[in-house]
């Protein structure tokens, strides 16, 4: 992050977008995981995401090493970025 936009670097992280009710939507660990074959869909019930709630049993620890409310803008053009 702090090199900000380098659009021809793969970033090396994962992210996921945590609720204030503490629900987390992670739209990437399922692909990631069956595209480097650590894991099928099946593994997953088919389904490409993942959503959990806190006090649900999941294979996932979610716990953040950094927060950001505005990571996005930090890491990549975004139109209406401050």
Known sequence: M?????PDE???LHVW??????????????P???SKGLASLKDFDNC???I???GETVDFDYLP???H???MYEVDKIVGST
């Open 65 to 67: 090493f950094l927060q």
């Open 10 to 12: 793969s970033l090396e």
């Open 52 to 54: 959990w709630k806190e």
């Open 17 to 30: 977008l945590t609720f204030s009710n503490m629900t987390v939507l992670d739209l990437t660990i399922v």
């Open 32 to 34: 990631t995981l069956v």
């Open 69 to 71: 409310n505005n990571f």
């Open 48 to 50: 490409r995401y993942v």
């Open 2 to 6: 702090s090199k900000g936009f380098c």
